[in-house]
């Protein structure tokens, strides 16, 4: 009975790499997105910066949905 509660408890060592592996592809994720959007804008030379502004906007769309899908991923 013991090894078993054991075993479901995580280790916080593990925990950090996990989250910080989120925050890093979060970044990733929102950095590359806004990288294109300003490169788009360049090459079409907009007065705004309509394409910075979308693909910002996306690309946080996206973080956040790939971080909530590991946070409501069922146990195993």
């Known amino acids: 009975m013991l090894q078993q509660q054991q075993k479901k408890q995580p280790k916080p060592l593990n925990a950090?790499?996990?989250y910080s592996g989120l925050?890093?592809?979060m970044a990733v994720v929102i950095g590359g997105g806004s990288y294109g959007g300003v490169k788009l804008d360049e090459y079409y030379q907009n007065q705004t910066p309509i394409f910075t502004i979308i693909?910002?906007?996306?690309?946080i769309a996206i973080a956040m949905y790939l971080v909530?899908?590991?946070f409501?991923?069922?146990k195993s």
């Open 55 to 59: 693909l910002s906007l996306v690309s």
């Open 72 to 74: 409501i991923k069922p």
């Open 23 to 25: 925050a890093v592809q």
């Open 16 to 18: 950090y790499a996990k």
């Open 68 to 70: 909530l899908k590991d």
